[in-house]
């Protein structure tokens, strides 16, 4: 077969071919996953299927396509010739054994007569189009660079295909010197990839973004002063990163003063002084000006106090931190190669955290390339509702229904911090009910001098939409007051009896809870962190009960979350541990229950409270813990010290282990599961199987009484205390409360 081809009029015919046989041979491409497994399972990379052959040669075509679409951008188009084009169909006609092996040759050839076209073109053209794209050597063609077939390199040629046809879609191969010829991506592949093995006559060196950083060099000490954190937001001038400052302001008093209350490390734990990135994913980018924006329209700012207290804790434990509110900043911090992300970093990453959010685990994944997987232990996620292990790993979840928006990350569960002790499979970061402990000053009953007002919580007016009944039994005793925002030159739809403030700021509005004597939740927004901040701040919260509970099946908000919780009220955290007389939970339909409440409401006086955990010093305490143990980088799983006494019990049918530990008022670890996933501790606790099988299954380990089955765990990633299921008993690792 032979393609005549002349740059003016060729190239037209060439782009119709080449999309047809394109789409010809995608029908009979093998997704890559399954070349890789084949592989893996025994069958050696070199004794090249069928399969493997037209791969290739899709990968190879879609090389020529773009070759080809270059050379057409630069030409003049003129009348495509016919006779090429049935010159190619006819020649595709031919006997199909051979053809595979044809077609690559040919191809091949055709490949080199357009490169030596596009040179041609250069020697023609003053100046280059883009930057990335540059011609091949012409001595370098004759180059011989072979691709190495070393059973320890299994996927290096295929690696060597997948960047021929696509070194050009992303300029950072080009700025790792990728040129397109065999040897340059040879080079690449060997030296800052490590898919293929070094090449002839150089020394081998690891890709320095794998470069051991030397760390942990100063000790942190535990700091009486938080201008450190101010010189690192300072210069800031975005809504948010003002709202962090001025939380971290306000309540700079009761952290430091925390500070000073903190017990000494035990002996042995000496913690080195974290370099720490908090990358505000949320913020940068498109999302980030819709959420800036929210920001002084009562948009959600619950992520925003839980920034504002992580960077506060981290920075009096001693740490020294970096933020990050865009992109761009992300990628000078990480050193990240010019282009759109597909190739590592540039050098080894200075930090030994990072925080970030979903957005912002999206924005390193599409910045570090291959190093994403290399770092992402050290990855930390601020992850309000939580993220059950079987919506984690991407594989179960697609399998098993458990995919969504999400999920699918494949971290440890415990990477992600939420903001309420949701199920202990996740980190409970928190933050802190500002005002709890001004100082070390008693409590002044002065301070709080209640009035008959209940201020409702709800910025926003959708949110008040048929709530008017419920809001007018409380009426009947109470003055509400609202703090909702308000655009200039709308009628307000809120009922006549509120007294409306407009969007008051952070200040105001808890000068406002200090006087009300009750919080009213309207049933939405979901756990955020203001029924905490005005129980601190001595008021009673009134919300709605959901019956039935609201969950990612029956609610919009939750659709989609990687949780299968089941949300009982507006805030199942403070209905389930925080409780009367602090917490009052109703039916909002029914009038009697609500006028009871309020009744026994206005009966009652608090003093307010802050449960323990919610306080600066239990924050600082839980993030000491965390920083100084939580280590996902090594091969064993968190391990705490000391190690502690582990029962293992057997839950109910459809009882999760956050309820099983629970109900015998202990805590499921999920870092022990490890130790009873044997087949001897179903023997152990008098469970006769009929049958023991090891499975990927987040249920597992458990008995299942049909059948008398017994299931031991296979994937520690999915080790879960949060699942549960009708046919299932788990077993769970449960441990007394820590201190
Ligand atoms: C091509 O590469 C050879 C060595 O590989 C070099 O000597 C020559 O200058 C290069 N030519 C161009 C045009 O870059
Ligand atoms: C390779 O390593 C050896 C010994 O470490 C050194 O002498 C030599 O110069 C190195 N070669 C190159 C090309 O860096
Ligand atoms: C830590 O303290 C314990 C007693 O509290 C002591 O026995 C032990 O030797 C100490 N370890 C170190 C490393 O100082
Ligand atoms: C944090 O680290 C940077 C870079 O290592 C250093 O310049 C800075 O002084 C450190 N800040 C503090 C407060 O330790
Ligand atoms: C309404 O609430 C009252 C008091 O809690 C209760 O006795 C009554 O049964 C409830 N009515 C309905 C219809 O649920
Ligand atoms: C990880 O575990 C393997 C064997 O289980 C051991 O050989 C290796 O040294 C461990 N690596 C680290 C970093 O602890």
């Known amino acids: 077969m032979r393609v005549a081809l002349r740059p003016q009029s060729g190239c037209l015919v060439l782009c119709l071919c080449v999309s047809v046989v394109t789409l010809l041979l995608q029908s009979l491409w093998v997704p890559p996953e399954r070349t890789r497994s084949e592989t893996a399972a025994g069958k050696s990379p070199d004794e090249k299927s069928d399969d493997f052959r037209f791969h290739m040669l899709a990968v190879r075509l879609e090389a020529l396509?773009?070759?080809?679409?270059?050379?057409?951008?630069?030409?003049?188009?003129?009348?495509?010739?016919?006779?090429d084009l049935s010159l190619m169909l006819q020649s595709f006609r031919q006997d199909q054994q051979g053809l595979a092996q044809l077609v690559e040759t040919e191809l091949q050839k055709v490949s080199q007569r357009l490169d030596q076209l596009i040179l041609h073109h250069h020697h023609h053209q003053a100046s280059t189009p883009h930057v990335y794209i540059r011609p091949y050597n012409s001595t370098g063609l004759n180059?011989?660079?072979?691709?190495?077939?070393?059973?320890?390199?299994?996927?290096c040629a295929e690696k060597?295909?997948?960047?021929?046809?696509?070194?050009?879609s992303d300029p950072c191969y080009a700025?790792?010197?990728v040129d397109g010829s065999t040897c340059s991506i040879l080079v690449y592949l060997s030296q800052v990839e490590?898919?293929?093995?070094?090449?002839?006559?150089?020394?081998?060196?690891?890709?320095?973004?794998?470069?051991?950083?030397?760390?942990?060099?100063?000790q942190a000490f535990l700091r009486d002063s938080l201008s450190p954190l101010y010189e690192v937001i300072s210069s800031s001038s975005s809504p948010a990163v003002k709202f962090i400052r001025s939380r971290v302001e306000r309540m700079s008093e009761s952290w430091i003063w925390a500070g000073r209350g903190m017990k000494p490390n035990r002996n042995k734990t000496v913690s080195p002084q974290m370099k720490v990135l908090l990358h505000l994913g949320a913020l940068a980018g498109d999302v980030g000006q819709r959420f800036e924006a929210m920001v002084d329209r009562g948009g959600p700012l619950g992520e925003l106090v839980q920034w504002a207290d992580l960077s506060a804790c981290l920075t009096i434990l001693g740490h020294n931190l970096t933020f990050s509110t865009s992109q761009r900043q992300l990628h000078r911090l990480i050193g990240a190669a010019p282009g759109q992300g597909s190739c590592p970093i540039q050098r080894p990453l200075t930090f030994d955290l990072i925080y970030t959010d979903y957005h912002g685990l999206a924005h390193l994944r599409r910045a570090m390339g291959l190093a994403f997987q290399h770092y992402q232990c050290r990855f930390r996620i601020l992850d309000s509702f939580g993220t059950e292990p079987a919506f984690n790993l991407a594989s179960y979840a697609h399998l098993h229904g458990y995919k969504t928006l999400w999920g699918s990350w494949g971290l440890q569960p415990l990477q992600y911090m939420t903001m309420f002790p949701h199920t202990p499979d996740n980190s409970f970061l928190g933050f802190v009910g500002e005002d709890a402990v001004k100082t070390n000053d008693e409590f002044k009953p002065e301070i709080y001098k209640k009035d008959n007002i209940a201020v409702v919580y709800g910025k926003q007016e959708y949110m008040w939409q048929g709530k008017s009944d419920y809001l007018e039994v409380i009426s009947q005793e109470?003055?509400?007051?609202?703090?909702?925002?308000q655009?200039?030159?709308?009628?307000?739809?809120?009922?006549?009896f509120v007294k409306n403030h407009g969007l008051l700021s952070q200040e105001n509005f808890l000068q406002l809870l200090r006087r009300a004597k009750v919080f009213v939740g309207l049933g939405f927004p979901y756990e955020g962190p203001a029924p905490v901040e005005a129980v601190a701040l001595g008021c009673m919260f009134l919300q709605p009960r959901f019956d039935p509970p609201h969950s990612?099946?029956?609610?919009?908000?939750y659709k989609g979350k990687p949780t299968t919780r089941q949300i009982t009220s507006q805030h199942p955290y403070s209905e389930r541990f925080v409780g009367k007389p602090f917490v009052w939970t109703v039916d909002m339909n029914n009038r009697t229950d609500i006028r009871e409440a309020v009744e026994s409401i206005l009966k009652t006086k608090v003093k307010p409270f802050t449960p323990p955990e919610f306080t600066c010093l239990g924050m600082l305490e839980r993030m000491r813990r965390y920083v100084t143990h939580q280590n996902f980088c090594g091969n064993s799983t968190a391990v705490w010290e000391p190690e502690p006494v582990l029962r293992v019990l057997l839950g109910p049918l459809g009882q999760s282990c956050v309820d099983v530990c629970q109900r015998s008022a202990l805590t499921c670890d999920p870092a022990l599961f490890h130790r009873f996933n044997t087949p001897d501790t179903f023997t152990r606790i008098g469970l006769g199987c009929s049958s023991m099988v090891q499975e990927v299954n987040h249920l597992f380990p458990s008995y299942s009484p049909w059948g008398r089955l017994c299931g031991l765990q296979q994937e520690p990633l999915l080790f879960s205390c949060a699942g549960s299921d009708s046919s299932h008993r788990r077993l769970c690792p449960c441990r007394s409360h820590r201190e």
Do not use: M
């Not at 630069?74 to 009348?79: A, F, N, R």
């Not at 180059?143 to 996927?155: H, I, L, N, R, W």
């Not at 293929?196 to 942990?216: D, F, L, V």
């Open 552 to 557: 990612s099946h029956n609610d919009v908000f």
């Open 143 to 155: 180059e011989k660079c072979e691709v190495p077939t070393d059973p320890a390199y299994p996927v």
């Open 194 to 218: 490590d898919f293929c093995p070094t090449q002839p006559g150089r020394n081998h060196t690891a890709a320095s973004w794998r470069h051991k950083t030397p760390s942990y060099t100063k």
């Open 160 to 168: 060597v295909e997948f960047l021929r046809a696509r070194w050009q």
């Open 65 to 83: 396509n773009a070759q080809v679409q270059k050379l057409s951008s630069k030409t003049d188009k003129t009348q495509t010739n016919r006779n």
């Open 487 to 496: 655009p200039s030159g709308r009628a307000s739809s809120l009922p006549g």
């Open 478 to 485: 109470l003055e509400i007051h609202g703090t909702v925002y």
């Open 175 to 177: 700025f790792y010197k």
